[in-house]
């Protein structure tokens, strides 16, 4: 309903009522985006990463000539 009233406010050029439901709907939007990482986070605390054990391995040139 945010995008409505922002429409009607900027359409009977109702500066007050335009910045009231701009704030609204950022805050809004700020507010699901931080819902949305906060579940994210959570994610990664409750459920650990697996560990992979990887070899490093280190190649070495090897030149065939005696000197």
């Known amino acids: 309903m945010e995008n409505v009233d922002l429409i009607n406010a900027v359409m009977n050029q109702d500066k007050e009522a335009f910045a009231t439901?701009?704030?609204?709907?950022?805050a809004n939007k700020v507010t699901d985006a931080l819902?949305?990482?906060k579940v994210e986070l959570a994610s990664?605390?409750?459920t650990p990463e697996v560990e992979t054990n990887e070899?490093?391995?280190?190649?070495v040139e090897v030149d065939g000539s005696s000197s």
Do not use: D, P, R, Y
């Not at 439901?21 to 950022?26: N, V």
């Open 21 to 26: 439901a701009f704030q609204s709907a950022i």
């Open 55 to 59: 070899i490093e391995t280190t190649e």
């Open 44 to 46: 990664t605390l409750i």
């Open 35 to 37: 819902e949305v990482k």
